[in-house]
């Protein structure tokens, strides 16, 4: 199981994967609810905002030493932002994320109203797979 957030200018998409088999699907759901609700409700620690914001800086300053990332990034901040940032202005912009712009972040990621559910699979008795995710991601 995993998950990725796939972003661009004006739309997005968060994506839960999980590769399971047909009698786990319902489990996972509710598993899967169950932390999207915790996160909801406890966030992150101020410590977890603190290691993340290194480990991305970090990632961002090691994928500086790679001509392909750096060109993708340049090409992205132009298309996005109409400019190209420098990397201390990215550096300062991880630095700058609060809790409440991950508080918003998470409100906005995890509105039921923007959900889909997809699966795919030889899967027999889909009709009340369908019916008891609905009750656990939309009701």
């Known amino acids: ?23 786990q699907i319902i489990n996972v759901a ?8 915790d996160l909801k409700a406890n966030l992150i620690t101020k410590d977890e905002l ?17 001509t392909f990332s750096r060109m993708l990034d340049i090409g992205r901040s132009e298309l996005l932002l109409g400019r190209i940032l420098t990397p201390e202005e990215v550096l300062k912009k991880i630095d700058r994320v609060a809790m409440e712009d991950i508080k918003r972040i998470i409100s906005r990621i995890f509105d039921k109203s923007k959900y889909n559910i997809a699966y795919v699979g030889n899967i027999s008795g889909h009709e009340m797979i369908d019916k008891e995710l609905k009750e656990i991601f939309f009701i």
């Open 1 to 23: 199981m995993y998950s990725h957030a796939t972003s661009f200018q004006d739309v997005g998409a968060f994506t839960i994967y999980a590769g399971l088999g047909i009698d």
């Open 30 to 37: 509710k598993l899967i609810e169950r932390d999207i609700q």
């Open 50 to 66: 603190t290691k993340s914001k290194e480990q991305l800086k970090g990632n961002f300053i090691l994928g500086m030493e790679s």
